[in-house]
């Protein structure tokens, strides 16, 4: 069974450019989370979908931010216009409907805006 | 509010002794616990969790964790270090029930395991 995948696995941009950054969900999971960890601090939750529908964006930092999910499976995040503070790598993870189970996580895009 | 609290960013062990690598936690309710671990290049692996039962759970590659409901801690164990095992390791925790995707991770610790 395929897990987590994530696209890019790096990503360079300049300050001011868009990047989009892709999840695909491990099949058959509902849940889909999107994390980021900047400066080497903790990770953090960004938002939550279930299914095609955002459930909780409370972790987004700002309008920049843009989280997909069209049609329930893959996941896009995209930033626009990209600032120096959204450096650090972008996790995603997925975990199927019941809610006694952990959350399986992706290798992470490693965003780097210069 | 949930928290949780990785003391040490760093933690060197020789290979061949025991490792510890510690986790305090607060949170307003019955916790679960988690411990990830990132490998170079790689993305978050699961090592195990605590929900509720026997306050010893066992893991993937030999580690082991301890919930300690009176200090709030939940310490990562192994009786004897590989140098395979240096990697970034990741405390969580969420309230019982709440979706898999609430957790709240701690800053991460560093494991480097020398021969």
């Known amino acids: 069974e395929a897990g987590v995948t994530q696209f890019p696995s790096h990503s360079v941009i300049e300050k001011g450019q868009t990047v989009t950054l892709r999840c695909d969900p491990i099949?058959?999971?509902?849940?889909l989370y999107w994390y980021r960890r900047v400066m080497g601090k903790e990770i953090k939750f960004l938002l939550h979908?279930?299914?095609?529908?955002?459930?909780?964006e409370s972790g987004m930092p700002n309008n920049r931010f843009l989280a997909e999910r069209t049609g329930g499976t893959y996941s896009t995040l995209k930033v626009q216009p990209a600032e120096l503070e959204d450096s650090g790598v972008y996790f995603c993870?997925?975990?199927?409907?019941?809610?006694?189970?952990?959350?399986?996580f992706g290798q992470g895009t490693r965003l780097t805006v210069v | 509010a949930q928290s949780v609290a990785q003391p040490e960013d760093q933690v060197n062990v020789a290979e061949g002794n025991p490792l510890t690598v510690k986790c305090t936690y607060s949170?307003?309710?019955?916790?679960?616990l988690f411990w990830y671990v990132q490998y170079p290049n790689r993305g978050l692996q699961f090592l195990l969790k605590?929900?509720?039962?026997?306050?010893l759970v066992k893991g993937s590659y030999g580690f082991e964790a301890e919930f300690n409901k009176s200090q709030t801690s939940f310490h990562l164990k192994k009786p004897s270090a590989l140098v395979s095992d240096s990697a970034l390791y990741f405390c969580?925790?969420?309230?019982?029930?709440?979706?898999?995707?609430?957790?709240?991770f701690g800053d991460g610790t560093t494991l480097t395991v020398k021969p």
């Open positions: 993870a997925s975990s199927p409907r019941s809610r006694g189970t952990e959350a399986f």
């Open positions: 099949s058959g999971h509902d849940n």
């Open positions: 949170v307003s309710g019955n916790p679960y």
């Open positions: 979908f279930v299914k095609e529908s955002k459930q909780d």
């Open positions: 605590y929900i509720t039962g026997d306050n």
């Open positions: 969580a925790v969420r309230l019982l029930n709440t979706n898999a995707g609430k957790s709240t």
